[in-house]
């Protein structure tokens, strides 16, 4: 199974992409942003940010997006719907969290 793009942006002054993808029974978001807006507001010219949702979220994202458990192309088609904004990795972190769903995650810088 390949990654999809939840977002893509690019112009003059930064370009973003946020993935997902499944390591295993896990729902993998990555995102990373580059450019001279990045360096203005991090001061590094990129930032890079994952978040691990562990079987439990994956779960409870099919029942969220009515989708079969197991069924994770369809999840990953879901995702492309319902999350494909600027935002979508702060939203889907925010349901995590607002469900009480612990997620392992890193951003850098």
């Given at each position: 199974?390949?990654?999809?793009?939840?977002?893509s942006y690019?112009?003059?002054?930064?370009?973003?992409?946020?993935?997902?993808?499944?390591?295993?029974?896990a729902l993998?978001?990555?995102?990373?942003?580059?450019?001279n807006k990045?360096?203005?507001?991090?001061?590094?010219?990129?930032?890079?940010?994952?978040?691990?949702?562990?079987?439990?979220?994956?779960?409870?994202?099919?029942?969220?997006?009515?989708?079969?458990?197991?069924?994770?192309?369809?999840?990953?088609?879901?995702?492309?719907?319902?999350?494909?904004?600027?935002?979508?990795?702060?939203?889907?972190?925010?349901?995590?969290?607002?469900?009480?769903?612990?997620?392992?995650?890193?951003?850098?810088?």
């Amino acid at each position: 199974m390949n990654s999809i793009t939840l977002y893509s942006y690019s112009d003059l002054e930064i370009k973003i992409s946020i993935d997902a993808y499944f390591d295993g029974e896990a729902l993998i978001i990555d995102g990373y942003d580059r450019g001279n807006k990045v360096k203005e507001y991090w001061g590094d010219f990129d930032y890079e940010y994952m978040v691990r949702i562990p079987a439990k979220g994956v779960d409870f994202l099919c029942d969220h997006l009515h989708i079969p458990k197991g069924d994770k192309q369809g999840l990953l088609n879901a995702l492309t719907h319902r999350y494909n904004s600027n935002t979508c990795y702060s939203d889907i972190r925010k349901l995590m969290n607002d469900n009480g769903i612990e997620c392992e995650g890193f951003s850098w810088p």
